[in-house]
């Protein structure tokens, strides 16, 4: 079982707005920073987001993150069927000393 | 272009020993944090072990502590994953995976695993 809670599945129809959240404790999210991953069935994961909020290039500005305590968001606006995907988020754990994944969201849209 | 290529994955009897290998291209590989996450057959992803640039400092998931050694070596651009006395749990795809962000343990802390390879799947099975 996963110290990062994601919901197992999400999802909305193109042009709405979703959002996937990610539960932690203090000595992962609470202290650290907090990053997405998208990966589409048989390919590697992409680095989505990185510390809680950035896009690193390329990736469109549909796609948000924040943080607040304990808990993360990835947001994903104006969706497309393109971006049906499994999403992942995870953080360092300091009291672990690991990296921790989240279960996973898979995302449908309808 | 940068590349990641894995190897070394393969059906063991449950208690066997697999070594994968990362072959790394395109990158100053000394200058990149190294990782492994493993994703279960239908499942999510997870990370077993990480390795700061200079190879100092390691890292490793509980489920694995104790029976996977990671090592690199800088000279060869190769990141190890030793994987002794496998269980049925350990069967998965294994990614190699680099963090560009620095090298050293912090690394972990405040950037994201952004190269990944294909994977290389092991199977534990008798």
């Known amino acids: 079982q996963s110290v990062l809670t994601q919901p197992p599945s999400a999802s909305g129809t193109p042009g709405q707005t979703v959002t996937i959240s990610c539960s932690g404790t203090?000595?992962?999210?609470?202290?650290?920073?907090v990053f997405w991953y998208q990966q589409f069935p048989g390919t590697a994961p992409k680095l989505l987001i990185y510390?809680?909020?950035q896009r690193p290039s390329g990736v469109p500005d549909r796609f948000s993150g924040s943080k607040s305590g304990t808990s993360a968001s990835l947001a994903i606006s104006g969706l497309r069927s393109e971006d049906e995907a499994d999403f992942y988020c995870a953080a360092w754990d300091d009291s672990l000393r690991i990296v921790l994944f989240g279960g996973g969201t898979k995302l449908t849209v309808l | 272009e940068v590349q990641l290529l894995e190897s070394g994955g393969g059906l063991v009897q449950p208690g066997g020993s697999l070594r994968l290998s990362c072959a790394a291209s395109?990158?100053?590989?000394?200058?990149?944090?190294m990782n492994w996450v493993r994703q279960a057959p239908g499942k999510g992803l997870e990370w077993v072990s990480g390795i700061t640039g200079n190879g100092e400092t390691t890292y490793y998931a509980d489920s694995v502590k104790g029976r996977f050694t990671i090592s690199r070596d800088n000279p060869k651009n190769t990141l190890y994953l030793q994987m002794n006395s496998l269980r049925d749990e350990d069967t998965a795809l294994y990614y190699c995976a680099a963090i560009s962000g620095g090298s050293g343990s912090a690394t972990f802390h405040y950037y994201g695993v952004d190269i990944w390879g294909q994977g290389t799947t092991v199977t534990v099975s008798s």
């Open positions: 395109g990158l100053t590989f000394y200058n990149h944090a």
């Open positions: 203090s000595t992962n999210i609470g202290d650290n920073y």
């Open positions: 510390r809680n909020s």
